[in-house]
């Protein structure tokens, strides 16, 4: 029988899986890995980033731009630590990624050895399941597991860490297949897991009454309407129950911004119509989303006249921040389907005109004539963009704006940082996305505080050359932060003026980018088209718009406050 080390074992079990390309940096701990990766570049392919955490980022692009398993690989000690934030961001906000860490040899492991860290304790809270793999043999197996709990159910990330001397230890090749009789029983217990049907008949009922009964019902929506691929299924429901839907932050994309039942986005800094519906209805019925508290504010005073139906795919969240009164718990697609059956062909509400006369309230800063708008910014790259454009965001106010202003009518073509809100998240995440889908326009809008996390990876954007548009909201602030403070700490700008280097122009420079400024609208216009040109050659461009310091992101709900209870205008 051929004997395979534990390096080659993970390159053939991560090939079985079907991955194509992976994100790392290399270290002494995964040389044994990145040797047998050398073999094997015509299969796998490896983007070398320029910081850690920025592998993890650009693995959670990936996934959350394809569905499929992101994977990331990083060498023992800092290496593995400084995934950690990435691998956090993709828990948050359900994304499916394989943590790949190497660490010291199995002999040396709790001696307090060089670049050792316990990385399976650190990573716990974050992950769904992590693994370490003492012995070879088994290897092949845990691959498998990995990939089946990171991607089943709710998905989310994993962490599998690998001492030194078992990535050079070999075992037979059968270990690649389940054979043992102890693999055959872990590999039912995982296929019975992976077709798990947590709802009854019952619940569906129960759930299709309630809705019958609604006289104004109300369908807030999210991020696991995107995952479970049920948008088609979304709109065939609000259509049948005549319901206003809104989408949370990670919901965008998962209903047509431009239909007429559509909302917008709700909570924090949703639009009128969204959270006076939520406050009006009395039967609010939750999709695929969790009741953040940037959603909710107040949960006590939350949809307030409303009796709250949820489906979502985790049990852990129903009841978790507000009160159901029915549930349903699974995949949301099936559920949705299920419900559909047994409802009417169209049943009639009493919402009236109200939705209608919500929706024309909007902030007059959003018709604010400024030199350099961030509508205008945001809105210019949409009108230059075609419609399997995917957009990416660091976290900030520009992330607010892109959500407000960009009309994105597709699942999958919005990527965020919503539930960890991590600055440096944008670059990495539109690598992975830009590494999927090559022949698709990818533009980032950031923040100049966010892009000074994370833009020595427009070397790594230049290098393999990824055609990404990036556009910098460049206030010369930490915007959302001074936001606060300008409203609620009577404008003590305690260190969130950011006026100092670089040149974002020059530095894009450096980086082989094409680098460009904008003031004006005149400017702006001329640096995107130029933009434009040079991304469609596979040159990453950087345009450094600059706008007004004191612009807000409008409307917004005062902490603890009614979502009804909205600034509209300063």
Known sequence: MEQYTGSRILIE??????????????????????????????????ILVSHEQHAAHAADGYARATGKVGVCIATSGPGATNLITGIATAYMDSSPVVAITGNV????????????????????????????????????????????????????????????????????????????????????????????????????????????????????AGGGVIISEASKELQEFAERIEAPTALSLMGIGAFNPDHRLYTGMIGMHGTVASNKAAQEADVLIAIGSRFSDRVTSHTGIFAKNASVLQFDIDKAEINKNVKTVTCVTGDIKPVLKKVLEKLPKQIKNEWGDSIQKWKTKRPLSHEKKSPLHPRFVIGSVANKFSSEAIIVTDVGQHQMWAAQF???????????????????????????????????????????????????????????????????????????????????????????????????????????????????????????????????????????????????????????KPIDEQILNI
Request: proline share 5%; glycine share 8%; charged share 25%.
């Open 105 to 220: 040899s199995t002999n040396l492991l709790g001696k307090d050895s060089f670049q050792e860290v316990d990385i399976a304790g650190i990573s716990m809270p974050v992950v769904k399941h992590n693994w370490i793999v003492k012995d070879v043999a088994v290897l092949a197996e845990v691959v498998r597991e990995a990939f089946l709990v990171a991607k089943s159910g709710r998905p989310g990330p994993v962490l599998i860490d690998i001492p030194k001397d078992v990535t050079a230890n070999k075992t037979g090749t059968s270990s690649l297949f389940v054979d043992s009789k102890i693999n055959k029983e872990r590999a039912e217990r995982l296929s019975e897991r992976a077709i798990r049907k947590s709802y009854t008949e019952e619940d569906i009922t129960r759930a299709v009454d309630m809705i019958k009964n609604a006289k104004r019902p109300f369908i807030y």
């Open 406 to 560: 960009y009309p994105l009518a597709k699942p999958r073509s919005f990527i965020t940082s919503g539930g960890l809100g991590t600055m440096g998240f944008g670059l990495g995440a539109a690598m992975g996305a830009k590494t999927a889908f090559p022949q698709k326009p990818v533009a980032l809008f950031t923040g100049d505080g966010s892009f000074r996390m994370n833009c020595a990876e427009l070397g790594t954007l230049s290098t393999y050359k990824m055609g990404v548009l990036v556009v910098i909201l460049n206030n010369g602030m930490l915007g959302m932060v001074r936001q606060w403070q300008n409203l609620f700490y009577e404008k003590r700008f305690s260190q969130t003026v950011l006026n100092r280097p670089p040149d974002f122009v020059k530095l894009a420079e450096s980086y082989n980018c094409a680098g460009y400024h904008a003031s004006d609208k005149e400017s702006y216009l001329a640096a995107l088209d130029d933009a434009l040109q040079n991304i469609a050659k596979g040159k990453p461009a950087v345009i450094d718009a600059e706008i007004d310091p004191d612009e807000m992101v409008l409307p917004m709900v005062p902490s603890g």
């Open 13 to 46: 079990a991560l090939l079985a899986q079907g991955v194509d390309v992976v994100f790392g940096y290399p270290g002494g701990a995964v040389l044994n890995i990145y040797d047998e990766l050398y073999k094997h570049q015509d299969r796998i392919r490896h």
